[in-house]
């Protein structure tokens, strides 16, 4: 699986979900302008088809197609995969009216999805170009922008007490490691 995808903060998940979020704004306007519209861009259920690689929302026929890419071609597959997704269920998504619908849409189609064929097209044909220099550059910047976030909350949450009294040698000073507020 990609890098930083199975840490503690799941940092490489997020930076390609992000990722993930830029694409759909560029390549599927309309459909990323619905979504937000209803406070409802996806990431969620997203986020868990890029974690197993699609293994709990395709059909097993389709999902082993999309591992075969990706086996070949790297991560940058699964995004492609997820993106083809959302292409493919744009139109029944822009006719939903609520959030909870949206992504009930999104979930159901792709749990229906038999043709794998038709789904390679729309991934490697209707949404090119999709370049590898483009999808590292994005997720550089998001992991990057995530590792300073967490930085920020570190320092934030956790500080070093040292009540010894300044004594060196002194054992019995209480170092306490504590989160919240100094």
């Given amino acids: 699986m990609p890098c930083g995808y199975y840490t503690a903060g799941l940092e490489g998940a997020r930076a390609d979900l992000l990722t993930l979020q830029d694409i759909i704004q ?3 306007p309309r459909l990323w302008d619905h979504l937000s519209s209803q406070g409802a861009e996806g990431a969620p259920l997203a986020l868990g088809w890029l974690l197993c690689a699609f293994a709990d929302c395709l059909p097993p026929s389709t999902y082993l197609r999309v591992w075969d890419s990706f086996l070949l071609e790297g991560h940058k597959v699964l995004l492609r995969y997820a993106l083809a ?3 493919y269920c744009e139109e029944e ?13 999104l979930q159901r189609t792709a749990n229906t999805v038999l043709d794998a064929d038709q789904l390679a097209q729309i991934a490697f044909c209707e949404l090119n170009p999709f370049s590898q220099k483009m999808v590292n550059s994005k997720r550089e910047k ?14 934030s949450n ?3 007490t040292d009540d010894s009294n300044s004594t060196l040698g002194n054992s019995l000073g209480k170092r306490t490691w504590s989160t919240g507020p100094s």
């Fill in 142 to 155: 998001h992991l990057k922008a995530l590792k300073e976030e967490a930085l920020v909350k570190a320092q």
């Fill in 26 to 28: 560029e390549k599927l």
């Fill in 85 to 87: 997704l959302f292409k």
């Fill in 93 to 105: 998504v822009l006719k939903c009216e609520d959030a909870g619908s949206s992504l009930e849409c």
């Fill in 158 to 160: 956790t500080s070093w």
